[in-house]
């Protein structure tokens, strides 16, 4: 069965520092991936998405997320956090009967000023 | 104009009631879900409709029912609530039912049980 690791329940980090969310999936076949991002209150919002080609992909609001296969993982990455980037993220694989999503635990990011 | 939208946002009811929630989308989307979201934050899926059909029931309780009248729609009906069931529930949609499509989340309606 497909799974989802998100090791790290809580992060802090600086304004202006540089961010990484580590994510590991265990999945049989080929990963469909995704990264999330839940602010206060409000439904989820795809950051970005692997499906194949470049592992390295670039998401909106400066985020981009590198696929490797030989360590199962797919980590989230900012050069550079605003305080609007205080959320909450999810990682999840995507299935591909049904486009069922698994995800992960959530990390939750809090921005110091 | 919001692609998913769900209601109540907000639903506060006693235990043994039945409520529902519903769900739309605009987006033309075939294939809707719902997902619930417990206290802890973990998200997991219940159902997916492809075109007004069934396709994923993830071992739900019979006191949830979702119904689809059409591709835009899909309402959750939850019978007997039980205080368990306090939780923020998700409704998403996206072009396809596979993998590699992404899915679009409306903002939550969050259950409280009482």
């Known amino acids: 069965a497909q799974s989802v690791t998100q090791p790290d329940i809580h992060i802090t980090v600086s304004e202006g520092a540089s961010l990484e969310l580590r994510c590991n999936y265990s999945?049989?076949?080929?990963?469909?991936l995704f990264w999330y991002v839940q602010s206060p209150g409000q439904g989820l919002q795809l950051l970005l998405k692997?499906?194949?080609?470049?592992?390295l992909v670039q998401g909106i609001k400066g985020f981009e997320a590198e696929f490797k296969r030989s360590q199962s993982s797919f980590n989230l990455r900012k050069p550079s956090v605003h305080w609007s980037d205080a959320a909450e993220y999810f990682c999840?694989?995507?299935?591909?009967?049904?486009?069922?999503?698994?995800f992960g635990g959530g990390t939750r990011v809090l921005v110091k000023p | 104009d919001t692609a998913v939208s769900q209601t109540p946002k907000y639903l506060v009811t006693q235990m043994g009631n039945d409520k529902s929630i519903k769900c739309e989308q605009n987006l033309g989307h075939d294939t809707m879900y719902w997902y619930k979201q417990d206290s802890k934050k973990f998200l997991k899926i219940m159902f997916s409709?492809?075109?007004?059909?069934?396709?994923i029931n993830e071992t739900v309780p019979n006191r949830f029912s979702p119904k689809s009248p059409d591709k835009a729609h899909l309402n959750l009906h939850i019978n007997s609530l039980e205080l368990g069931d306090s939780a923020v529930y998700f409704c998403?949609?996206?072009?396809?039912?596979?993998?590699?499509?992404?899915?679009?989340f409306g903002q939550g309606t969050r259950l409280t049980v009482v």
């Open positions: 692997y499906f194949s080609g470049d592992t």
């Open positions: 999945y049989g076949a080929t990963p469909y």
């Open positions: 409709y492809n075109n007004k059909e069934l396709i």
């Open positions: 999840a694989v995507g299935q591909a009967a049904g486009n069922k999503l698994t």
């Open positions: 998403a949609s996206s072009q396809e039912s596979r993998a590699n499509t992404e899915a679009f």
